[in-house]
């Protein structure tokens, strides 16, 4: 077999919530080529369980919501990127509601389109707008069947991209022509070719040992934009979900916040509640708060877990509320109307990621970045419960409407050259992979987790350097496959998560460090910038951390 060379207007990298979005929105107007790694609903959408936050009752405002979220991002947040986005939240509920998403409804109330709102940890309101507790998977498959049935949508499920082709225009500007990609069951790197490409790409969280993600998790968006010279904010602040199910065979089951929301208890093993002696908000606080006295009470007893009880509730209740953790738990003898659920917290969600703008461009010519991979400024310095799916929609909406104002004027992608397998081989020692794997995950955990210390940051810095040189000599002497490809993306992204804890010397959002207790007066973006772009600041005016 040869490597192909396919052809799109524009290639979108990732099929969740955020990647889907924005290719159905193109196809009405240029072809696009989807790619992903596994199956299409593999990502990290289908596992939202909680909802999407959005104003849809006379009670809330606007204004509401956008406080809540500033207050979540603990100084850091974009003002405006939170309006942009908060605003358009109504209308990206429509766009689901029309598309077939069948929300939760609750016809007592005549607010909120009749439909059921929950609330979570950090907001003021009811806004959750949710279907039951599966409302990822719902979306997912909306638009997963919108998607397969369009015409100028192509889809290469089991694809997974390598790197970014960019080149220099003469006299122009730096450019993203497509991508190399790998068809993981022809063992071939094709070359993509698009005027414009959207990275959608999700999460990091596979970096940790414990993770309530997908395995298709390992920054991959991330790493490719930060390789190809654009830069990365905020790296830092890594969102541990306090309540994953604990259970030896229970791989990463998370337990929604929802279920706090509607009055589920953190409790100690001789079954006391002791959030309210962390927050006034109690088990309602935001989840950095939660976490980490979750985390601090698992230390001080010397405990492997801590539960959640919501068998108060009545049981009607509880089973059509929670019909998928009440299946899921009793899979493993737990049930939830009955019995406490065990929970460990486990890292949820990257708050930080490639710099974009409210249009979704990158620093480089032709790229976009959308959802968790991105930077937008919304999040701050800690993620507001159930704004990443809303954060999907409408950036993926206002990037394809800026690539579609745009698709005109952009010159056709050059032709790039066959990827150069001649000089490589296939691999004999595949145990380096796992093992350096096992190895990144374990001392991430360890070293750069929950609470953090200069000391852990340091160690963890000096094992990134020693993995990064052993798996760039491995990628430079054998054929390329998914397992090598996310494990080099992990390792850049552990290197920047590393380095922004690092220049973060004050605990503010997630990244609590016991050595800068205190947060600082002035709030900062920590930024990242490749050596060659090391002259590049951010509009809003963070420091700026050469690379």
Not at 64 to 84: M, Q
Not at 507 to 535: N, Q, Y
Request: hydrophobic share 40%; glycine share 8%; proline share 3%.
């Amino acid at each position: 077999m040869s490597p192909r060379r396919i052809q799109a207007d524009v290639l979108v990298i990732g099929s969740g919530a955020a990647g889907l979005t924005a290719a159905l929105a193109l196809a009405g107007h240029c072809k696009v080529a989807v790619l992903s790694k596994g199956k299409l609903s593999n990502g990290s959408t289908r596992w939202a369980q909680g909802g999407i936050a959005a104003v849809l009752e006379a009670e809330d405002s606007i204004e509401s919501h956008i406080e809540d979220t500033l207050i979540a991002g603990a100084g850091l947040c974009d003002e405006a990127a939170v309006r942009f986005i908060v605003s358009q939240g109504e209308a990206a509920i429509d766009r689901l509601i029309e598309a077939g998403v069948a929300f939760s409804k609750d016809e007592a109330h005549e607010d909120g389109y009749g439909y059921h709102l929950t609330r979570e940890g950090g907001h003021s309101h009811r806004r959750i707008i949710h279907v039951d507790d599966a409302t990822g998977a719902a979306v997912q498959e909306t638009l997963e069947e919108q998607a397969r049935r369009h015409e100028n949508i192509s889809l290469y499920e089991h694809h997974v991209c390598v790197d970014l082709i960019t080149h220099r225009l003469v006299g122009g500007e730096e450019r993203v022509h497509g991508a190399y990609v790998l068809d993981r069951k022809r063992r071939e790197v094709d070359v993509f070719s698009a005027k414009a490409v959207v990275l959608a790409t999700g999460g990091a969280s596979k970096v940790y040992l414990y993770t309530s993600n997908p395995d298709g998790a390992t920054g991959d968006g991330m790493a490719i934009a930060w390789r190809a010279g654009c830069r990365v904010a905020n790296m830092e602040f890594n969102q541990f979900h306090p309540t994953c199910l604990y259970h030896p065979r229970a791989k990463s089951f998370l337990i929604t916040e929802a279920m706090r929301g509607e009055g589920a208890h953190l409790k100690l093993p001789d079954g006391t509640r002791f959030m309210p002696k962390f927050d006034d908000r109690a088990e309602l606080a935001p989840r950095d708060i939660v976490a980490r006295a979750i985390d601090h009470e698992m230390k001080r007893l010397g405990a492997d877990h801590l539960y959640l009880d919501i068998s108060h509730r009545p049981q009607d209740f509880i089973i059509s509320h929670f019909p998928t953790i009440y299946r899921r738990c009793l899979d493993f003898g737990i049930d939830i109307t009955k019995d406490q659920i065990p929970i460990v917290p486990a890292a949820h969600y990257t708050c930080g990621g490639v710099v974009t703008d409210l249009d979704g461009q990158t620093d480089l010519a032709g790229l976009y970045a959308i959802g968790e991979c991105s930077q937008t400024g919304l999040h701050g310095a800690n993620r507001m419960a159930s704004n990443s799916l809303l954060e999907c929609l409408v950036m993926g909406s206002a990037a394809s409407q800026h690539i579609l104002q745009h698709l005109g004027g952009l010159p056709d992608p050059l032709q790039a050259k066959d990827w150069d397998e001649s000089r490589v081989r296939d691999s004999d020692e595949e145990v380096v992979i796992t093992h350096n794997w096992q190895e990144l995950r374990r001392f991430m955990w360890d070293y750069v987790g929950i609470v953090r210390t200069s000391k852990r940051l340091e160690r963890a810095q000096h094992r990134v350097d020693l993995l990064k040189s052993e798996v760039e000599e491995f990628y430079s002497n054998f054929r390329v496959s998914r397992d090598l490809l996310e494990l080099r993306n992990l390792i850049t992204v552990a290197d920047l998560i590393v380095r922004s804890a690092m220049a973060r010397q004050e605990s503010r959002g997630l990244h609590f460090t016991k050595d800068f207790p205190e947060k600082s007066e002035i709030a900062r973006d920590t930024v990242l910038t490749p050596p060659e772009r090391a002259s590049i600041r951010l509009s809003r005016g963070p420091v700026a951390v050469s690379g």
